[in-house]
């Protein structure tokens, strides 16, 4: 057989594999981290009305995107919901978001006993469709909350204005957006409120944690209250709560570990955008793969790669091409999440709390709402993108998809 035939023979057909070696590692904890948590051990007090550690993040992160307050959390499930209540959302109330996120975009809306609608998406970048965003916002929608899905700011000159002139607050879901931008702003201070999460798969960690930030003061307190049963720290007494609040409350080993993380975002997102604007580059003009794109002015920080087949162009499915190009040695994984938002069974079913449909007992869930959301997840497949990612990861990454897409093309 000819070299450039058994070279283009698949993996999964018993030819050779693309990656030969491991891709990169590294340890995204060390001394750094080390050196801080002693010294938030040292303070012989942990929690942060004592210590200075989770003053210090609050500070940092407000500085770094140009705002005026940051307030810590646990979770960026719990920044949501923090978010949320600070911007007055209450039960009844209608929150528009996207149908393709993580269960924390939905969890503080539910849990506020407010109802999630949900804006169809744009084919390629994932974000708002802006005619499906200005159709779905209703007289009782209190906040849209665009999802940077992937790291990838939506348009949000757009998204802010259709917002305003509904009189609705705009929330970003940055969780998995660290270091990325809009226009040249940081994404998290475009919109009323951003929200910012820790946990371990994103691009900076302390394990669990999270992060509200707002340029308002008046927003920046809510959270802050909300976040802390609200109880008021600063009064000379502690006062009886006014409203319902949750412990929502970083403690100050998480802000030391985050502080020295906060020191490689640079680096980290650094390397996380000339990875995937050289997939983009090398997927670009492959027959039946369409890279993942950024709206105009939108700087993703990459927490994943999100490309998409077509498969009437391909012949396989998302689920067949992803293990086709997981054979070549390069990890590759269908779709995100399995289905949108509003058809997992806690809305579909109407059961959000076992056996009460409050608060979405009149809303319509299920299959066909955001078409074309549905479509991306069923017709995507996720490249791992990493700091750690040697260039030659890269390149073998863009090799397996070409050679995969190719053999199915022809
Ligand atoms: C990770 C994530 C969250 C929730 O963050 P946790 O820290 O896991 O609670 C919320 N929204 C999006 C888009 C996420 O990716």
Redesign the pocket.
Known sequence: MPRTKLESLLAVDGGPRVKKGPFGTGQRYGEAELEQLRQALAQQTLFYTGGKKVANLCQRVAGRLGVRHATAVS??????HSALAAAGVRPGDHVVTSPI?????VIGILFQGAIPLFADLDPHTYSFDLDSLAKTITDRTRVVMP???GGTPGPMDDILKIARERGCLVIE?C??AWGATYKGHPAGSLGDLG?F???E??QISCG???LVVSESEELAIGARLFADKFYDREAEVLISPSHLGANYRMTELQAAVSLAQLEKLDNIVERRVAQGERLTEGLSGVAGVYPMLAPEGSQSSY?FYLLRIDPTVLGIDNQRFAETVSAEGVPCLPGYIKECIYQWDMLAKKQIFPGSAWPIAEVDYGAGLCPMAESILATSARLLVNEFHTDQDVEDQITAVRKVATHYTG
Do not use: M, P, Y
Request: cysteine-free; proline content about 0%.
């Open positions: 979770s960026g499930t719990a920044a949501v996120s993580d269960a924390g975009t999802v940077h899905l879901d969780a998995q929200t999460s820790l946990n798969s994103k669990d944690g999270g927490w």
